[in-house]
């Protein structure tokens, strides 16, 4: 797999070509450029929704773990009546994220999504 090309690489690419030229003007702007790009960082806190979203998913895991076969999404649900409220739409994303993290199993049925953890 190639190794993607970021912005900061174009820069310092482009620099190289400018320096060569002797145009310090644009090595001034460029090495400014770099500083700007090496200053942003990715944040680490988490949103409010985020923080939501992972108390949903205690829930979602505490459902699954408490019944003794897998569950549809309408199932989970109707096991913890803090979940009657979210939309499917919201569980199946949230559900995802628990599968993708190898947390929660996922098996369809008949064309029908069933979550269980083993």
Do not use: C, P, W
Request: charged residues 35%; glycine residues 0%.
């Amino acid at each position: 797999m190639e190794k993607r090309i970021t912005k900061k690489d174009n820069f310092e690419t482009l620099r190289k070509v400018v320096v060569e030229l002797g145009r310090t003007d644009l090595v001034d702007f460029i090495d400014h450029e770099i500083e700007l790009l090496s200053r942003k960082r990715v944040s680490n806190t988490k949103t409010k929704t985020q923080i939501e979203n992972e108390s949903i998913k205690d829930v979602i895991v505490k459902v699954l773990t408490e019944s003794d076969k897998a569950l549809t999404i309408t199932e989970i649900q109707e096991s913890d009546s803090t979940l009657t409220d979210l939309s499917n739409q919201k569980m199946s994303a949230l559900l995802k994220q628990l599968v993708d993290s190898e947390i929660v199993k996922k098996e369809i049925i008949k064309k029908k999504a069933y979550f269980n953890i083993d």
